[in-house]
């Protein structure tokens, strides 16, 4: 296929129900495995500060178990800077962090964070991971990004997904042309948040995203089709909308 689409599978929520009860099940890094056989190109985990779902030995797990590219979500501060720097996943991405949010509730303002977000970055590529920016589709911190040297953006399709008609045309518009400037000043440009079976496609078409990031809804479907079902289906509906 001509310009494939990557699909990275985000095991946070396979966490968060083992955490609703305690003990070991079901088990994250059990999860990435599957998501591999499946067809994942590659494993996303986000350490919150509270560790309410992925703990630090579960990133120590799928950094030494599964053999796929692991994407660390992480937000921009002192401490989650020295765990990654210990243990150089394949990527980092640096995220927003409210402790009363439930989960991401938009993108990580580059432009007005310039300090943090530049120091973390710098930190994070001397150690020899590619770091990303969890961003809005704005023009202004795609290009602070650049500036900053982040080699790789994650564009927030949350807005897009709670949207229905008129409205969410506009955001698959605006989420389009921040994919087109980004490739334009040299990034490479991912996106993810709130993606479904329903809402993948018009984004999976988008010929400048490199890889989508997708966990919430692919746990939740799980319960009815199985993890490895909902990922094939996912990975089949991608690679459609990109054909």
């Known amino acids: 296929m001509p310009n494939p689409l990557r699909l990275g599978v985000n095991v946070d929520h396979v966490a968060t129900i083992r955490n609703a ?53 992480m937000a921009a501060t002192p401490e989650m800077v020295g765990i990654a720097r210990a243990l150089r996943p394949h990527a980092a991405c640096l995220v927003p962090e409210k402790r009363e949010e439930r989960t991401t509730e938009g993108g990580l303002d580059v432009v007005g964070n310039k300090g943090v977000v530049g120091d973390a970055i710098a930190a994070l590529a001397e150690a020899g991971i590619r770091v990303s920016l969890f961003i809005e ?39 389009g042309a921040a994919a087109r400037h980004g490739t334009a000043i040299g990034l490479e440009v991912h996106a993810g948040h709130g993606l479904s079976f329903d809402t993948v496609g018009p984004i999976a078409a988008i010929p400048e995203i490199a890889e989508l990031n ?16 909902a990922i094939r289906e996912m990975r089949r509906r991608m690679d459609n909308a990109r054909r």
């Open 21 to 73: 009860r305690g003990g070991d099940h079901p088990d994250p890094v059990r999860a990435a495995r599957v998501a591999k056989e499946a067809g994942a190109d590659g494993i996303t985990a986000h350490l919150r500060e509270d560790r309410r779902h992925i703990r630090d030995d579960d990133m120590r797990r799928l950094k030494d178990e599964i053999a796929l590219p692991l994407n660390f979500e």
């Open 137 to 175: 589709a704005d023009p202004r911190q795609l290009d602070a990004a650049r500036e900053l040297g982040a080699p790789v953006v994650e564009l927030h399709t949350g807005t897009y997904c709670e949207h229905v008609g008129a409205a969410r045309e506009r955001e698959l518009a605006r989420i």
């Open 214 to 229: 997708i966990g919430h809804f692919l746990v939740g479907e799980a319960v009815f089709l199985g993890l490895a079902a």
